[in-house]
């Protein structure tokens, strides 16, 4: 495949495209079997990188703890649907000649910086020995990446290339957005969703888990176009500095990377920042929690 074509302004539109994706089928067909297949080159090495996960060590961000809410929606259910997902997310790509291959320069370079990062993300979630860590590019002039359930991340030519992004710029995007699937906010907003209107107390007796499961199962147009609040936002640009840190990326990248992320957005609302809400503090935050992880860094270059 040819770099200019990859490039091309594949979806070139402001809102994510997965707004105009069908639910996938939950039945499986050939064709999927064959996509699945074709692909496994692609999550080989990141699913070794995630056998390789550090024990679980003491957080130096403070972030609390998860909101119970989320368990009535079931992981299992919800990576299942975010894995279908995505594989028609790639297969839409590829059909547009818009998936990068396997030798792409920025996909290599997205790969090498995922596999400093997974090894430190056991200790917020221990459902990652079950994933299959996946990153793909794809050829878009939107500036934006994300990481569904499940560590499924994809990342998009236009942030790479518009904002000039340094590997520890890269590597801050990835570690948010791997926080988000980690701290497992998409599982947490759908919970919420579907119970407000009723009520927990209610929702436990008219719906059931079983129910909400097959909810869960359902939603995996959803997943990218939930808007995180904006505590799910800190929780993801704080766990996301430390995993980079851990990882030997410079922790004031953050800093540089939202600077970047606030003047494009100056230019028209990147893709990134519909779903990424910015607060006035967002920068100030990250400021303040710089002096937890530096020593992480250090200690992470020091090898």
Partial sequence: MRTDVLLCDYYGRTMC???????????????AASVEHRWHPRRGFLQAAGAAAAAPVLAQVDVGGSS???????????ES????????VLADAKSKNA???????????????????????????????????????????????????????????????????????????????MAHALREHARERLAKSKVTSIGLSVASTLLG??????????????LLTLKYSRDDETEADLVGLEIAARGGFWPEASVNLWKKMLNANGNGSPSFLSTHPSGGNRIQELEANLPKVQHLYEQAKRG
Avoid at 209 to 222: E, F, M, R, S, Y
Wanted: hydrophobic fraction near 40%; glycine fraction near 6%; aromatic fraction near 8%.
């Fill in 81 to 88: 649907s975010a894995k279908q997902q995505y594989s028609q």
């Fill in 17 to 31: 495209f997965l707004c105009d994706l069908k639910t996938p089928s939950t039945s499986a067909t050939p064709q």
């Fill in 209 to 222: 888990l079983g129910q909400l499961g097959d909810v869960a199962a359902n939603l995996g147009t959803q």
């Fill in 68 to 78: 119970s809410v989320r368990t009535l929606v079931p992981a299992e259910q919800l």
């Fill in 99 to 177: 998936l990068a291959p396997i030798d792409h320069p920025q996909l290599k370079r997205l790969h090498s910086i995922a596999r400093r990062l997974i090894p430190f993300t056991a200790q917020w979630n221990p459902r990652v020995a079950e994933w299959r860590w996946e990153v793909n590019l794809i050829g878009s002039k939107q500036l934006n990446a994300w990481c569904m359930p499940g560590g499924k991340i994809a990342f998009y030519t236009g942030i790479l290339d518009q904002l000039q992004l340094t590997d520890d710029e890269v590597a801050m995007i990835m570690g948010h957005e």
